[in-house]
């Protein structure tokens, strides 16, 4: 129905920066909000950042004023660039949409395989 797939992940040294892109494809009706989430050896899933469809943000409080979130909602596409990073950004980094598949039906959330961001100090 969604398919999201992630890339632009990759290893990098402290400092530098990555984007991250992740298009959705499929059959559905609208995407509202999309995003990023993290996920590190060991540690729950965490909140990177999300947009609505309005160009809304919200950012996890570990990445404020370090990343930046955008869509391009003719392309169906969010990125995440990510820059000064750390190497406690270490993670795999997951895309994350809310779409409805219809008119009628309930948003769902969907998400992407990942893509492993790794900071080396």
């Known amino acids: 129905q969604v398919q999201l797939v992630e890339s632009g992940g990759g290893l990098v040294q402290a400092g530098g920066s990555l984007r991250l892109s992740c298009p959705a494809s499929?059959?559905?009706?609208?995407?509202?909000?999309m995003g990023w989430y993290r996920q590190a050896p060991g540690e729950q899933r965490e909140l990177v950042a999300t947009?609505?469809?309005?160009?809304?943000?919200n950012f996890g409080d570990s990445v404020k004023g370090r990343f930046t979130i955008s869509r391009d909602n003719a392309k169906n596409t969010v990125y995440l660039q990510m820059n000064s990073l750390k190497p406690e950004d270490t993670a795999v980094y997951y895309c994350?949409?809310?779409?409805?598949?219809?008119?009628?039906?309930?948003?769902?959330?969907?998400w992407g395989q990942g893509t492993q961001v790794t900071v080396s100090s």
């Open positions: 947009i609505t469809n309005g160009g809304n943000t």
């Open positions: 499929g059959r559905f009706f609208s995407i509202n909000d």
């Open positions: 994350y949409a809310q779409a409805r598949i219809t008119r009628y039906s309930f948003s769902s959330a969907y």
